[in-house]
């Protein structure tokens, strides 16, 4: 338990052991490009970076469920860059719907593998980009280690299956710790517990109680708690009652993909994914966009937002800075909008506006 504890804490800051370098002194960082329109969203975030001249060097692996990319070997070839490196970036990897003989996706196996334990989605409006709900500044943390996403199904009769979610103290206590040093750390007023307890009073009852414990020792955050169902209405009704949202597996993935649409969508909204020794940043809403793939129209937002928060990570204030807030300044413009914003633009010139506001 005493571990679990002092590697929430550790997750909460930056990394405990320092990401690796090239002799040359530049980062070293896994990408994994996934599917969709991850390797389109890949490329805009290497084209910014030489642009800006980031001091960091991609080692690129790529694992497909669905394009015949993926064995063993894959993986575990992907598990020892990051375990070297220590950073990833990564596009999502989509997960076959069809029982191939194994429950656990590869997403999943990378996540427990490095004990990917927190999801971290900061739900912000952006300036410029118009939406129902203004000046939202909420964040939602997540557990991915276990619940529902446990992998553990069966069929015990035919035409009857059993699916498990595992809640145990250890992950419950550690996550809410992260929730709470999170907050803490980053000047949060209030953290809220987000459960179904009233039906799951095992299960949610003690993911719940460990997050009341946690609280008492840290008098100076603010503590509540709302039922799954409550929170999403409330979310799409008042969204600005909330700071920091702490939930297990499967209602932060849903309540992720909700918050992402109060300020424009999947490809607004940045994320990422904390150990105690391993960071991984992604889009918030894990959404592979196949549709799309190919096609020069996947909004780069997300993932260029998720870019300049992994060079904060990894102390290039002064590259994540400039990232971000040409970014930022793409939008505020409003000239240049790909077509899930409303406008006609493709991932190309959005770069390249991108990039040109970084030279101005």
């Known amino acids: 338990m005493a571990a679990a504890l002092r590697a929430a804490a550790g997750a909460a800051r930056r990394l405990s052991v320092p990401a690796t ?39 690129e692996h790529h694992v497909s469920e669905v394009q015949n990319m993926a064995s063993d070997q894959k993986l575990q070839q992907l598990l020892s860059s990051v375990k070297d490196t220590r950073v990833a970036i990564k596009g999502k ?12 996706s590869f997403e999943m196996k990378l996540r427990k593998m490095l004990d990917l334990f927190a999801n971290v989605v900061h739900v912000q409006s952006l300036p410029g980009y118009p939406t129902r709900h203004v000046d939202l500044d909420l964040v ?4 991915q280690t276990e619940g529902e996403y446990s992998s553990l199904e069966h069929q015990s009769v035919q035409g009857v299956v059993e699916c498990l979610k595992i809640i145990t103290r250890e992950k419950s206590r550690r996550i809410a710790k992260f929730a709470f040093d999170f907050a803490t750390k980053n000047g949060r007023r209030k953290v809220t517990a987000v459960h179904k307890a009233n039906i799951m009073k095992l299960g949610d009852g003690l993911f719940l109680q460990c997050c009341r414990e946690m609280a008492d020792l840290y008098p100076n955050i603010i503590h509540d708690s709302i ?22 597996n499967l209602y932060g993935n849903i309540i992720d993909n909700l918050a992402a649409g109060l300020v424009g969508g999947a490809g607004m909204v940045p994320g990422e994914s904390f150990s105690s020794e391993y960071a991984v940043y992604e889009t918030g809403a894990r959404h592979p966009f196949s549709q ?21 990570h990894l102390n290039l204030e002064f590259h994540s800075n400039m990232v971000a807030q040409a970014v930022r300044k793409v939008i505020r413009q409003g000239k240049v909008r790909t077509h899930d ?20």
């Open 341 to 360: 914003m409303g406008g006609y633009s493709t991932s190309a010139e959005f770069t390249a506006a991108v990039i040109t506001n970084l030279e101005s």
């Open 93 to 104: 990897m989509h997960t076959p719907m069809e029982y191939k003989g194994e429950f656990a």
């Open 227 to 248: 039922i799954i169902d409550n929170c999403c209405m409330q979310l799409v009704s008042n969204p600005h009652q909330f700071d920091v949202l702490v939930m297990p």
């Open 140 to 143: 939602v943390i997540r557990e």
């Open 21 to 59: 370098r090239n002799t040359d002194g530049r980062y070293r960082v896994t990408m994994i490009p996934g599917d969709g329109v991850g390797p389109e969203l890949m490329h805009a975030v290497k084209e910014v970076f030489q642009a800006a001249e980031v001091p960091v060097v991609f080692e």
């Open 292 to 312: 799309a793939m190919g096609r020069n129209i996947a909004n780069p937002t997300a993932m260029l937002l998720s870019a300049a928060n992994m060079l904060h």
